[in-house]
């Protein structure tokens, strides 16, 4: 039985631009991705692997400096002997001035070129087949790549797989995985981890090994140790991703004040099932019909987190009461009558259901659905 620890998207030098991030957090964030590769390392020689591969984006080209290449090399020879494979992505594109090309790489690692795509015999027992991205695929019927060839052959690729005709293809006019007779495809491209199997091709994305877009919230972030034995193929999920992103909807109808406000989303944020830590950027949006303008720098100091929390007031309609009040309408009525009970003596949860109960109300009035379900 051969084993390989396999990861991908690591993105190093990420600049997280356009997520609001203090430069300092972003400085944070890039320091994790290089820590998220260091314990991929560590894995790798925990489980004794055969060989460690990486399937792209390993880094950003027009961000990382020499000195990446220098720390990615200095972390490779700590594996020696274990073989490291790559095949180059997109982010990392192999080229003439690329880090693949400058850098000095020790010998247990392994750089896929452009071009078809080739086997190498790096890992004892199996062939292990790549290319930098873009590749050139084979034409025609794939399956004659390999089918006249004795052994196990793995697949390790950047590219994006797409259903075709009910399969998974690797691109518009071939590369049919189940034709191809590999046992496995470890891919790179889905910052959001997947494992599945296509026909008899066990198919894995690690994802990206943390998550580094709001749009990478739900997936997984992994790396996936692979046993190939006697043609079988299993995969285990290691999740590697520290970080997370998170976003949290509080309905503020009700609450009078900004003092208020802050011990309903502190509630909030200690029943959520994951610790909310220092590894934690969130979204907090503030919904609800309210009664005032929330102070955010009061909120953001009376709110005490170790986490990196984002507030957003989502706009509602125009809801001034004193005003509506004075209509000579059934609207006004309703209010004058909420108002009259908000006025008299009562505890806090109870002037926050009649206060919810009077946004509703003016909903129910205005023709919008109102219930358990509404979307609010
Ligand atoms: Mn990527």
């Not at 027009?62 to 020879?77: H, K, M, S, V």
Request: glycine residues 10%; charged residues 20%; hydrophobic residues 40%.
């Amino acid at each position: 039985m051969i084993r390989i620890l396999h990861c991908a998207d690591l993105h190093l030098e990420a600049s997280f631009a356009g997520q609001n991030l203090p430069p300092a957090l972003a400085r944070q964030r890039r320091a994790d991705l290089r820590q998220a590769l260091a314990r991929i390392i560590g894995l790798a020689r925990e489980h004794r692997v055969d060989a460690l591969t990486i399937a792209g984006d390993l880094y950003e080209a027009e961000l990382a400096t020499i000195e990446t290449g220098t720390f990615l090399a200095q972390q490779f020879a700590t594996l020696d002997p274990i073989p490291v494979l790559i095949a180059p992505g997109e982010h990392d594109r192999l080229d003439a001035d690329s880090l693949y090309n400058v850098v000095e790489w020790p010998g247990n690692v392994h750089i896929f070129q452009p071009g078809p795509l080739v086997p190498t015999g790096v890992v004892p027992g199996v062939a292990l087949w790549g290319a930098a991205w873009p590749t050139e695929l084979p034409t025609g019927q794939p399956g004659g790549l390999i089918s006249a060839r004795e052994g196990t052959h793995l697949l390790l690729l950047h590219a994006a797989v797409a259903a075709q005709d009910g399969q998974a293809s690797i691109r518009a006019d071939g590369l049919a995985l189940q034709q191809c007779g590999f046992t496995a495809a470890l891919l790179g491209h889905e910052h959001r981890g997947r494992v599945w199997q296509e026909g008899r091709v066990q198919c894995v994305y690690p994802g990206s090994a943390e998550p580094l877009t709001w749009a990478e919230a739900g997936g997984e972030h992994l790396a996936a140790l692979v046993s190939v034995d006697g043609g079988g193929c299993q995969v285990e999920k290691i999740p590697i991703g520290r970080w997370r992103y998170l976003e949290l909807r509080v309905d503020l109808s009700g609450c009078v004040s900004t003092e208020e406000a802050a011990a309903v989303i502190a509630g909030e944020l200690r029943r959520l099932p994951d610790p909310v830590d220092e590894c934690t950027v969130g979204r907090v949006v503030l919904t609800g019909v309210r009664r005032f303008e929330p102070d955010l720098p009061l909120l953001r100091a009376r709110i005490s987190t170790h986490a990196y929390l984002q507030y957003e007031v989502e706009p509602t309609e125009s809801n001034d009461s004193a005003l509506v009040a004075r209509e000579p309408s059934v609207r006004g009525l309703v209010v004058r009558r909420f108002q009259e009970k908000l006025a008299a003596p009562q505890s806090a949860t109870e002037r926050r259901t009649t206060q919810a109960a009077l946004d509703l109300a003016l909903r129910a009035l205005e023709g919008r659905k109102v219930g358990p379900d509404a979307d609010r």
